[in-house]
C-alpha cells in the first residue's frame, strides 16, 4: 500500500512536470539555429525528418522561411507533409499560405489531401481566434 502511495505520488508529479516543460518557450542561439537549418537541407533524410521534427516541437519560428523553400522543392511526399504539419505548427503566416497554394497544386493524391486537411485546419483556427469577422 506505501508503495502504491509512493508511486503514484512520482507520477503525478511526474505529469505536472511534463506539462510545464511543454508549455516552456525555447531560446535558441544563433549557431543552433544554423545548425537546425544545415539539418533541414541536409541531403540526410533521417537528419532532415529529425531536424524538421524540432522545428515544429519547439516552434522555431527563426527557420519557416527555410522550411518554405524545402516545402516547394521537397520531392518525397512524406517529407513534404511533415514541413507542412511543421509550417502549421509555427504559425508562420506567409508559411501558412504556402501550404494552402499547395492544396491546390499537389499532384500526388496522398499529400493533396492532407494539406487540403491543414489549410481546413488553419481555416478553423482563424475563425476560433477572430470569432467576429
Known sequence: MKTLSVMMVVLML????????AQRK?????????????GITSKNNGLR????????????REVATTLCDELKNEINPAIK?????TLYKIGDEKSLE????????ERDDDT??????????????????????
Open 14 to 21: 511526474l505529469a505536472s512536470t511534463t506539462n510545464t516543460e
Open 26 to 38: 525555447y531560446q535558441l542561439s544563433k549557431n543552433s539555429i544554423e545548425s537546425l537549418k544545415n
Open 49 to 60: 525528418r529529425s531536424a524538421i521534427y524540432m522545428a515544429g516541437f519547439y516552434e522555431i
Open 81 to 85: 507533409v511533415l514541413i507542412a504539419l
Open 98 to 105: 504556402a501550404i494552402e497554394n499547395l492544396s491546390k497544386t
Open 112 to 133: 493533396r489531401r492532407m494539406m487540403f486537411a491543414i489549410t481546413e485546419q488553419i481555416k478553423l483556427d482563424r475563425i476560433n481566434t477572430n470569432p467576429a469577422q
